[in-house]
């Protein structure tokens, strides 16, 4: 789904019936209906377009648009008026707006030049397949991994700050990076620093700098990760971790669009985009007031969630032969992998994620015996792994003595997790299930019948819950064959 439209409108009859044909054809709208209220709105957040009439309480439409292109350069404007004069049209097209629309206006063609800038203005990403090299480093086509895409492509070409949120191997190191060089400060520095490495009493002069003497030990100048990444992007990993002290400097420093190298007087601005990662649930942190709420929400103005692998078992695959061609192009050798193999595969959790997968695909290509890898050796490979411990995103995994594997497996989902109340059962079930159906579905061959009978359930139930879960039986048939 595309960013919303932003419609500025003070004719709430006019407002309303295009709002209704807009949302018919599956876009979002956020009305507002002055000039003021629509450079906020700007300031906060991504829009697909903009539709704007030309008088309005508090300003012109169109004399405005500077400070619209200021926030968001590249947002499409189509121009709404009942002022059907040669001098309105002609002012619309000089500020570059992408199309006029003298009131009263056919709806049709209104909402298809509004759907056509959208389509125009969204550069296309193009997943990497295997091991092609396309422009986005990212392999995988699953659905949430193309809503992923989806939020990305809406951030590329303003410098909002982005919030990328995710377990830890889900990739979002690889996304912030995919921002960078796809995004507008593509010819600048990528500076990453991991917040959570650095001594809590070295943070502020290793983001911020310092002047020489600022403290004992400070024999020079030290320019910091803000400065250094100047024309370019900050990548804030593990911001979770920030200790609280830097938190305050950092939540100032973006406040004021500015930063004060420690024992320094001089105010550096940041010219820099902001990209902050963390595998933390920052909800509890908050609540323990282990992480600023106000540095939350400057954070937060665009967040991107990625899913764990185990929530995109499709993307296995296609992550595994990438690997597999990543290996033998840095000197490893060259291995395929069977079909019940690669349904083996997909079949574990990955509770260490896409970094797990790679570490697994790269063992086996060093390790195999055979060129051609087949159940059998993932089989022993797994057997001699050491299990990944539960994934964070929530809070640490509680002690639970005396339990069955379920229930211990359970109570480190809900911690892990933490679903809201009133949301346990349902989501609890529904991730139970996607790994229970899949363990039956690879124990049957992907027999559905089968799996059908062994569950319990009805056969069709269960053919709607695959499609509900967007597992593919077929992906399992390749055991039976061997
Ligand atoms: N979609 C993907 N396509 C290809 N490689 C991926 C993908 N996602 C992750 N990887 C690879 O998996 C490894 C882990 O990814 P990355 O370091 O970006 O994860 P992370 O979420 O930042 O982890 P952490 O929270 O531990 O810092 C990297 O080698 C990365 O290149």
Redesign the pocket.
């Known amino acids: 789904m595309s960013a919303p439209v932003l419609l500025v409108e003070d004719d709430i009859s006019i407002a309303v019936v295009i709002t209704t044909a807009l949302e018919d054809e599956g876009l979002q709208v956020v009305r507002c209906d002055t000039i003021a209220e629509r450079d906020r709105l700007l300031n906060c957040e991504h829009y697909s377009a903009l539709i704007t009439d030309v008088v309005l309480k508090d300003g012109d439409g169109i004399e405005t648009l500077p400070a619209v292109k200021d926030r968001q350069p590249d947002i499409p404007v189509i121009v709404v008026s009942a002022q059907n004069t040669l001098d309105t049209a002609v002012r619309a097209s000089d500020t570059g707006a992408f199309e006029y629309f003298p009131k009263p206006f056919d709806l049709d063609e209104l909402i298809r030049a509004v759907t056509a800038a959208i389509a125009a203005s969204e550069p296309e990403i193009h997943p ?1 397949e295997g091991e092609e090299h396309t422009e986005l ?4 086509r699953s659905n949430p ?1 193309q809503a992923v895409y989806r939020m990305i492509t809406r951030v590329l070409r303003n410098d909002l700050t982005v919030l990328i949120l ?10 912030a990076e995919a921002i960078h060089k796809l995004g507008q400060r593509s010819q600048g520095p990528f500076v990453a620093v991991n917040t959570a490495a650095i001594p809590a009493d070295l943070i502020e002069s290793e983001l911020f700098g310092h002047e020489k003497g600022a403290f004992t030990g400070a024999f020079a100048r030290h320019i910091g990760k803000f400065e250094q990444a100047r024309g370019g992007t900050l990548f804030l ?2 911001i979770g971790d920030m200790p609280m002290q830097a938190q305050t400097r950092l939540l100032r420093a973006l406040q004021s669009g500015s930063i004060l190298r420690v024992g320094g007087r001089e105010e550096v601005p940041i010219d820099a985009r902001i990209i902050a ?1 963390t ?1 933390k649930d920052l909800a509890p942190l908050i609540e323990e007031g282990r992480f600023r709420e106000d540095l939350y929400y400057r954070l937060n103005v665009v967040p991107i969630m ?1 899913p764990p692998l185990r929530e995109r078992g499709e ?1 296995i695959d296609a ?1 595994a032969r ?1 690997f597999l061609a990543k290996a033998s192009r840095e000197g490893l050798p060259r291995r395929a992998l069977t079909d019940d193999a690669a349904a083996l595969l997909r079949a574990q959790p990955w509770r260490g ?3 797990e997968l ?1 570490n697994f695909i790269y063992r086996l290509a060093l390790l195999a015996r055979e060129d051609l890898i087949d159940r059998a050796s993932v089989q022993s490979m797994l057997a001699e792994e050491i299990p990944t411990p539960a994934p964070s995103l929530g809070s640490p995994t509680p002690p639970f003595s005396g339990a069955s594997d379920l229930e211990t497996a359970l109570a480190r989902w809900l911690a892990a997790n933490a679903p809201e109340p009133g949301q346990i059962y349902a989501k609890a079930i529904a991730a139970f299930e996607r790994p229970l159906l899949t363990h039956m579905l690879d124990t049957t061959g992907g027999n559905q019948l089968r799996a059908a009978r062994m569950l319990g359930i009805n056969r069709n139930t269960l053919r709607k819950r695959l499609d509900e879960l967007d597992i593919d039986p077929e992906r399992f048939a390749a055991r039976t064959r061997s």
Do not use: C, I, Q, Y
């Open positions: 990497a480093p990212l392999v995988g991994m995710g377990e830890s191997g889900t990739g979002k190191e690889l996304v990993d593990e990662a595998n990625l993307d992550l990438h994620n896409v970094r790679r």
